[in-house]
């Protein structure tokens, strides 16, 4: 029997990465926009308050379970920032562009580069669960100040990793999909539902 899954996001890339992770659990995943529902405030200075608040809304307003993640860069040398105001970095209207100039000019400065991209999953099974299924992932590697590679989406083509001598815009979506921050903590929330 084929449960549904509210994703607390309209985002195309997370709704197709989570329907196919989840689908063999028996999972049909569905974006809240289905079903009117606005995005949720994200107040909260912390990721995983932020991702408990967008699950329970999405499940208290469509009355289903729900899976919101948050997630977001976070510069080591910036004592984690932009972390939660990863999207909104330089601020208002969001754009990519402006983010990526804001981190590199502030890091400029900086002689440690590293920083690690972070995600938490939560699945509320109601509004009111109080027992959240929670799952993390994190993504190490360094900001650099020349972009590379056409993949990915926001701070990606900053963000190389090391070991691989690419950035996270050079790799191929089956590559960043197994080694990214929401691909780890999607693969702990599989476990944890089996």
């Known amino acids: 029997m084929t449960?549904?899954?509210?994703?607390?996001?309209?985002?195309?890339?997370?709704?197709?990465?989570?329907?196919?992770?989840?689908?063999?659990?028996?999972?049909?995943?569905?974006?809240?926009?289905?079903?009117?529902?606005?995005?949720?405030?994200?107040?909260?200075?912390?990721?995983?308050?932020?991702?408990?608040?967008?699950?329970?809304?999405?499940?208290?307003?469509?009355?289903?379970?729900?899976?919101?993640?948050?997630?977001g860069i976070c510069a080591n040398a910036l004592g984690g920032a932009p972390g939660v105001y990863s999207a909104r970095y330089a601020g208002e209207p969001k754009s990519d562009a402006r983010n990526n100039e804001k981190l590199i000019a502030d890091l400029a400065a900086q002689g440690d580069k590293s920083a690690y991209y972070y995600c938490v999953l939560v699945l509320v099974r109601h509004a009111d669960d109080p027992q959240p299924v929670i799952a993390e992932g994190r993504w190490n590697g360094e900001v650099i100040a020349d972009p590379r590679g056409q993949g990915g989406f926001g701070y990606d083509p900053y963000f190389l990793l090391p070991e691989l001598g690419k950035t996270a815009a050079e790799l191929s979506a089956e590559e960043k999909n197994r080694l990214s921050h929401r691909g780890q903590a999607l693969r702990v929330l599989v476990e944890k539902l089996r």
Do not use: C, Y
């Open 3 to 71: 449960k549904t899954l509210i994703l607390a996001s309209n985002n195309a890339g997370k709704l197709k990465e989570f329907g196919q992770m989840l689908a063999p659990l028996g999972f049909d995943v569905r974006p809240q926009g289905e079903f009117n529902v606005p995005e949720a405030e994200e107040p909260h200075p912390t990721f995983i308050e932020n991702a408990l608040a967008k699950a329970r809304h999405a499940a208290r307003l469509t009355g289903l379970p729900a899976l919101a993640d948050d997630s």
